[in-house]
């Protein structure tokens, strides 16, 4: 990205992005295969990664599982 800049509220902390319109177009040709309702369908769809996902949930909730800082990518 060419250039960004941060918009902030009265106290300071950053409430908005400014990108250039060249920045821009380049994530909207990014973005503009991606299709959100297709693939929450999908998910929706697919009963084994929806089971997987609610017993992420419950996880999270119940502060199961390991730091990210421990977890490899």
């Known amino acids: 990205m060419t250039s960004v800049q941060y918009v902030t509220d009265e106290n300071g902390a950053p409430v908005a992005v ?4 060249q920045d ?3 994530i ?5 295969p991606y299709d959100g309702e297709t693939e929450t369908a999908e998910i929706l769809a697919d ?15 119940q502060r199961l599982g390991k730091p990210l800082s421990e977890v490899s990518i």
């Open 28 to 32: 909207k040709a990014e973005l503009e």
């Open 47 to 61: 009963s084994e990664f929806l089971a997987s996902i609610i017993r992420g949930r419950e996880q999270i909730k």
């Open 24 to 26: 821009w177009k380049l």
């Open 18 to 21: 400014q990108i250039s319109i």
